[in-house]
């Protein structure tokens, strides 16, 4: 009876991780889709909606008096601070500038905003280096900086934050810093993190890059690494 052959068991475990890099790369381009047309059709059906329904309260107002018109004006702003929130909502889903312009400029207008929301004064740096990538691979590192951003809000108490997106050799690093309490445990072993952490290592992981996280008394550093180029066998796959 011939014994396994180690070769052969180690192609079919390699050939098996590339599927279900493959396949978890599709799922979430068919998420990003979706979230990509709830976007739109927030901001060009719903906000329109809303709009339409402003200029018509300014309407009434005009020919309106006394308690009326201080309704009126109560009305005006619930709808500003609705239409304010459903933009909000739309670029939060899908960034229009990452369509356009690319990450750095989809990351800068995100930073803005969540300095804005969260009063956390975060420091960018983008390498020029670094350049455009593809469409699915900015996303995966523009998720993972939503992500990131979150967990300092919520948990971390830091006044500070920052991020920075670096070209070596041939991948692209992000790095987020913050000055927080951080996390219970400070490892690679993402089995003791929650599902946010969780699920930026498997963005990573379906472009075969990878996710290493520090964290301690002295604030939590997210460090993201991803190739630059695709995987020639996810490729081929993807053409088959």
């Known amino acids: 009876m011939n014994s396994p052959n180690p070769n052969d068991e180690s192609a079919r475990l390699a050939a098996a991780n590339r599927s279900l890099q493959l396949l978890t790369r599709q799922l979430l381009k068919a998420q990003e889709d979706e979230r990509r047309r709830i976007a739109r059709e927030l901001h060009d059906e719903t906000g329109q909606v809303l709009a339409a329904l402003s200029m018509t309260i300014d309407g009434m107002q005009t020919h309106s008096s006394g308690a009326y018109r201080a309704r009126f004006a109560e009305c005006k702003e619930l709808l500003r601070t609705a239409i304010s929130e459903i933009r909000n909502l ?16 989809a990351l800068a207008e995100y930073v803005r905003g969540f300095e804005k929301r969260s009063g956390i004064r975060v420091k960018v740096e983008v390498s020029e280096e670094v350049g455009r990538l593809e469409q699915d691979r900015e996303i995966a590192l523009f998720r993972i900086v939503q992500e990131s951003f979150v967990n300092i809000h919520r948990h971390s108490g830091s006044p500070t934050a920052s991020v920075s997106l670096s070209a070596v050799n041939d991948a692209v690093v992000l790095e987020i810093q913050d000055q927080g309490k951080g996390f219970p445990a400070g490892s690679d072993d993402f089995s ?20 290493h996280l520090r964290s301690g008394a002295a604030g939590t550093t997210i460090r993201a690494e991803l190739p630059r180029v695709a995987d020639s066998n996810l490729a081929y796959q993807q053409t088959a």
């Not at 899908?94 to 400029?105: E, F, N, Q, R, W």
């Not at 003791?192 to 996710?211: A, D, K, P, V, Y």
């Open 90 to 105: 739309s670029y939060l889903l899908h960034p229009p500038l990452m369509d356009h312009v690319g990450l750095s400029s």
């Open 192 to 211: 003791n993190f929650g599902l946010g952490i969780r699920s930026m290592q498997e963005r990573l992981r379906s472009f075969g890059g990878t996710l």
